[in-house]
């Protein structure tokens, strides 16, 4: 396992596979969801125990609106079950729960769910957990144009941290490993400003089958890397 100093501070998780996961198991899409959540607290906790502060997974991008009705309201459930559910037990342990993406869209019930959950952890630093639903890193970035121009802020005093001040969750930090399942490998529109300088590392699994034994591999692969930021 990587050394404590070589763990990436931030981790971005692409959880992909779910739906192919349960196909492959003759299960319902839906039952592919729920063991993919299931999953993720197992494989967040583990990363929090090697030394990672910040896991940001890419739930629900916009996109994905095109999906079934049946899925999208499953989704929707789901992420309020987590925020009433899960809130007490991740207040206790200390983590940070965040909500990066757009509110446009979304139910007062889930508008409610996940701000409560905020207000409620917002204090806690052990670690952070930031869960990209209803998400869209281009769309990201054109609305913390929009909130700069609201703002009246001249052109010639846009800059890189001004924009990053503006974006949804700017406490959340550059992401340093992102990990993607299932085989695909590109960022498919996932947290872009922050991903600049991300190191990648694509695995073959399917999300319900990427272990903890997975995550030591990517982050022993992680800590051999040499991260240059463009020197």
């Given at each position: 396992?990587?050394?404590?100093?070589?763990i990436?501070?931030?981790?971005?998780?692409?959880?992909?596979?779910n739906?192919?996961?349960?196909?492959?198991?003759?299960?319902?899409?839906?039952?592919g969801?729920?063991k993919?959540?299931?999953?993720?607290?197992?494989?967040?906790?583990?990363?929090?125990?090697?030394?990672?502060?910040?896991?940001?997974?890419?739930?629900?991008?916009?996109?994905?609106?095109?999906?079934?009705?049946?899925?999208?309201?499953y989704?929707?459930?789901?992420?309020?079950?987590?925020?009433?559910?899960e809130?007490?037990?991740?207040?206790?342990?200390?983590?940070?729960?965040?909500?990066?993406?757009?509110?446009?869209?979304?139910?007062?019930?889930v508008?409610?769910?996940?701000?409560?959950?905020?207000?409620k952890?917002?204090?806690?630093?052990?670690?952070?957990?930031?869960?990209?639903?209803?998400?869209?890193?281009?769309?990201?970035?054109?609305?913390?144009?929009?909130a700069?121009?609201?703002?009246?802020?001249?052109?010639?005093?846009?800059?890189?941290?001004?924009?990053?001040?503006?974006?949804?969750?700017?406490?959340?930090?550059?992401?340093?490993?992102?990990?993607?399942?299932?085989?695909?490998?590109?960022?498919?529109?996932?947290m872009?400003?922050?991903?600049?300088?991300?190191?990648?590392?694509?695995?073959?699994?399917?999300?319900?089958?990427?272990?903890?034994?997975?995550?030591?591999?990517?982050?022993?692969?992680?800590?051999?890397?040499?991260?240059?930021?463009?020197?």
């Open positions: 396992m990587a050394a404590k100093s070589n990436p501070l931030h981790l971005g998780l692409i959880l992909d596979g739906r192919r996961w349960a196909e492959a198991h003759n299960l319902p899409s839906l039952e969801h729920r993919g959540y299931e999953n993720l607290k197992t494989i967040v906790r583990a990363a929090m125990k090697r030394g990672v502060s910040c896991v940001s997974a890419y739930v629900f991008s916009t996109e994905n609106w095109e999906r079934s009705k049946e899925e999208r309201e989704l929707m459930k789901l992420l309020v079950w987590v925020s009433k559910h809130l007490g037990e991740l207040h206790k342990e200390g983590i940070r729960m965040r909500f990066v993406g757009s509110r446009d869209r979304l139910s007062n019930k508008l409610d769910a996940v701000e409560r959950a905020e207000q952890t917002k204090m806690n630093t052990r670690a952070t957990i930031a869960f990209c639903f209803n998400y869209s890193g281009q769309q990201e970035i054109a609305d913390a144009v929009k700069i121009i609201r703002e009246g802020i001249p052109a010639d005093k846009v800059t890189s941290d001004v924009i990053a001040q503006h974006l949804y969750a700017p406490d959340v930090p550059p992401i340093d490993l992102i990990i993607r399942t299932s085989g695909e490998q590109r960022l498919s529109n996932f872009l400003w922050r991903a600049a300088y991300s190191e990648l590392y694509f695995v073959d699994k399917l999300w319900p089958d990427f272990s903890k034994a997975d995550l030591d591999k990517a982050l022993d692969d992680y800590a051999k890397r040499e991260r240059r930021f463009g020197k």
